[in-house]
């Protein structure tokens, strides 16, 4: 398997444009995880899905962001509009969970600059 | 109080001597820890899981956990500069939420 796909590797928008980040988890694979790392806050949980539900958002800073699953190989985060505070890396990860133990897997990230 | 915390460092030691990472949690239902390494400008990539208290050994890297202290450790042995990176932290609860530490940054000097 490729293991975790993230595209694009590098997004230079402006302030106010909307922005979409994909991910391909890895084939077989029950959940998915977007994550937002910066230097100030770390890597920041934004959402995850299991079985293409989404479980937990409460890490989704404010309605500008949405993310869906609309089926067990794609996944999306959006953010419109986007503001210079959204520049960050945004990595996707994906996991086959079962019984406690989840390993999970990270895409290469994809580096978002809003100016 | 974050829910992962780790000392972000910078830890430095000589190469050849043992690297200790250290990293509590808050949730007394997480189930499964683990360890991640994270090179400047690369991925998260996964060195060991732990979720039974005590040791687990893998090559160099041994996971320490404690849950009635709700600790776990990483020691690295006989540490090369090559293990110079960040160490994430990562806690995994019953709900398959899985939660980060800021990390401690590692240097190895040679």
């Known amino acids: 398997d490729a293991g975790v796909i993230q595209s694009p590797r590098h997004e230079v928008t402006e302030m106010g444009q909307e922005v979409t980040l994909r991910c391909k988890p890895i084939?077989?694979?029950?959940?998915l995880f977007w994550y937002r790392q910066t230097m100030m806050r770390g890597l920041e949980l934004l959402i995850y899905?299991?079985?293409?539900?989404?479980?937990?958002d409460s890490g989704m800073p404010e309605d500008r962001f949405s993310a869906k699953m609309p089926n067990a190989s794609f996944s999306t985060l959006k953010i419109q509009p986007s503001e210079p505070r959204d520049s960050a890396v945004y990595f996707c990860?994906?996991?086959?969970?079962?019984?406690?133990?989840?390993?999970?897997?990270f895409g290469q990230g994809t580096r978002l600059t809003v100016v | 109080q974050k829910e992962v915390e780790q000392n972000s460092g910078p830890l430095s030691v000589p190469e050849g001597a043992i690297a200790s990472l250290n990293c509590t949690y808050s949730?007394?239902?997480?189930?499964?820890f683990f360890w991640y390494r994270q090179y400047s400008g690369k991925s998260p990539e996964l060195i060991m899981f732990?979720?039974?208290?005590g040791d687990k050994e893998d090559g160099r890297f041994t996971a320490q956990l404690n849950k009635a202290s709700q600790y776990v450790s990483l020691l690295i042995r006989d540490s090369q500069p090559s293990d110079s990176a960040t160490y994430l932290c990562?806690?995994?609860?019953?709900?398959?939420?899985?939660?980060f530490g800021g990390g401690t940054r590692l240097m190895v000097k040679p």
């Open positions: 990860a994906s996991s086959f969970y079962t019984a406690g133990v989840t390993e999970a897997f």
């Open positions: 084939s077989g694979h029950n959940s």
């Open positions: 899905f299991n079985n293409n539900v989404p479980i937990d």
């Open positions: 949730d007394r239902g997480s189930q499964s």
């Open positions: 732990i979720y039974s208290n």
């Open positions: 990562a806690v995994h609860n019953a709900g398959n939420m899985l939660t």
